[in-house]
């Protein structure tokens, strides 16, 4: 199996630490909001990622965090004037929604920053014991110089990075930055300023730095050294950098041996971030399409990539998930009819090209996870199914064709079985029916679609401006 690997820029072949064992860690969402579907790309990819190595007989230990603790979460409890800790939990309760809706499997664990304090000051104690870190006034820095192959994750040269950095200090004035012995150092703990969450510490009461919580978190749950650690490609740099700087200075030993970036998912070529007001929340999307469609269209284009988010591409996700879904549908209904049999010669070769897509399959998945490929071998299945399996197939042949799809989509975490929920468009539709049905007097077809909507949890609203409908 081989895999992009960001600190060597090339595909390498994937060499567990430990035999037929996976140890993963994904950075996961700060929790302010609801999560946006560029948020999701990395869930997706990720929960892909490990499904395959399940697949291939690894035990994967996966663990995603969720940053609980951090200015705009802070901001956001100020505005509410509610306490952080219940911005973060609410969010962390529909984060967990969304994912559960997209396919997103439970993590091994789940770890929340602000449950792991304790350890990130032994980290930070550690790191001034070894002259990587000092104080100042009750903050905490890395001393970046100090770790010799600081932008070995990046490429960035480190002489570069302080002029660039020199020029930003003196141009915005940042505060705290005379206090530092080097401008490229960076926070570990930082004091609480007033109405801020704090916890004791040595230095000061405060609260830790964003890229501790993950050095901290991944030690924790997954030891010193683990074999892949994964995000979004804007987490390269700084925070992967600063992981990789915290972890080996302070453990002695290799962090992550396979670096993994998801590139971003845009909206008219721009990244979709929350700060820049471009973004659509899983939430939003749920409401006119299943989720499984955003999960399949997340797929059909390599993890690598950027990918530019339309309405285009979600339709054309829609139809290439309801081509699976139908095919699916009519193997179920022809199972039910079949009855068993020793397989013909040309069922036999039907067996073999099914075997062949399958292969297929997974070549694309050992080639950098390369969904877009696995992808396009369903579709080779699903046009195998259609025309190679009919009335007259034995139930044998049905178990394989429809068992290999099978597989082949629950690696993918694609559910094409899963409740259809009812779009937007399609009770428009029906109450617009029921609005001339009720024009021609015929009550009965106009109840008939009431009680239809009902049953799919839509409730119809009789007002004075028309027909109003919400979801139940
Ligand atoms: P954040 O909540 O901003 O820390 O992001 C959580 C995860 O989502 C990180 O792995 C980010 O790299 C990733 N992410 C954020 N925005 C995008 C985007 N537009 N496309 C792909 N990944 C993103
Ligand atoms: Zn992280």
């Not at 090339?10 to 579907?37: A, D, Q, W």
């Not at 916890?199 to 501790?212: D, F, V």
């Not at 992967?240 to 590139?263: C, D, T, V």
């Not at 339709?315 to 397989?343: F, H, P, Q, W």
Request: hydrophobic letters at 35%.
């Amino acid at each position: 199996m081989k895999i992009y690997n960001t600190l060597s820029r090339r595909k390498e072949e994937f060499v567990p630490l430990k035999e037929n064992e996976v140890s993963m860690y994904v950075c996961g969402p700060t929790v302010y909001n609801y999560i946006h579907i560029g948020n999701a790309r990395p869930m997706i990819v990720f929960d892909t990622v490990r499904r395959y190595f399940e697949y291939k007989g690894y035990k994967v230990n996966y663990v995603s965090n969720f940053t609980d603790v951090d200015d705009k979460i802070i901001a956001k409890a100020n505005e509410e004037g509610v306490s952080s800790s219940e911005i973060s939990e609410r969010f962390i309760k529909e984060a967990r929604k969304d994912m559960a809706d997209l396919g997103v499997r439970e993590a091994t664990v789940h770890p929340k920053a602000t449950e792991e304090i304790d350890g990130m000051i032994e980290m930070i104690k550690t790191l001034i014991e070894k002259g990587h870190a000092y104080e100042k006034n009750g903050t905490v820095y890395f001393r970046t110089r100090s770790f010799k192959d600081y932008g070995k994750l990046s490429k960035k040269n480190i002489d570069e990075l302080e002029a660039g950095h020199r020029d930003e200090s003196h141009a915005l004035k940042v505060s705290g930055e005379d206090e530092k012995e080097d401008p490229l150092d960076f926070v570990l703990w930082k004091p609480k300023k007033e109405g801020e969450p704090y916890w004791e510490s040595p230095w000061s009461k405060g609260r830790p730095g964003w890229h501790i919580e993950c050095s901290v978190m991944s030690k924790k749950y997954l030891g010193d050294e683990i074999d892949i650690h994964a995000g979004g490609e804007d987490l390269i740099f700084p925070h992967h950098e600063n992981e990789i700087a915290q972890s080996e200075a302070a453990n002695g030993k290799q962090f992550a041996r396979y670096w993994m970036h998801n590139g971003f998912l845009n909206i008219d070529n721009k990244k979709m971030s929350k700060s820049a007001g471009n973004f659509f929340t899983v939430r939003e999307i749920g409401e006119k399409y299943p989720l499984m469609v955003i999960r399949f269209f997340m797929l059909s284009g390599h993890y690598r990539g950027p990918i530019n988010f339309s309405e285009e591409l979600i339709k054309a996700a829609s139809n290439g998930l309801a081509r699976i879904r139908t095919a699916v549908e009519r193997l179920d209904d022809l199972y039910k009819k079949a009855v068993s049999a020793e397989l013909t010669d040309a069922e036999k070769e039907t067996v073999d090209e099914a075997e062949r897509m399958s292969k297929a399959f997974d070549a694309a998945m050992d080639d950098d996870f390369n969904t877009a490929d696995a992808i396009t071998a369903v579709f080779e299945l699903v046009k195998l199914a259609n025309t190679k399996v009919d009335e007259n197939s034995s139930k044998e042949l049905i178990e394989v064709v429809k068992g290999t799809i099978d597989v082949l989509l629950d690696v993918l975490g694609i559910d094409v079985e899963e409740e259809k929920e009812m779009l937007d468009e399609e009770i428009e539709n029906l109450i617009a029916q029921r609005t001339a049905a009720r024009k021609e007097r015929n009550f009965k077809r106009a109840d008939e679609i009431r009680d239809e909507l009902l049953s799919k949890g839509i409730i119809l609203e009789d007002t004075r401006d028309g027909v109003k409908w919400k979801r139940a």
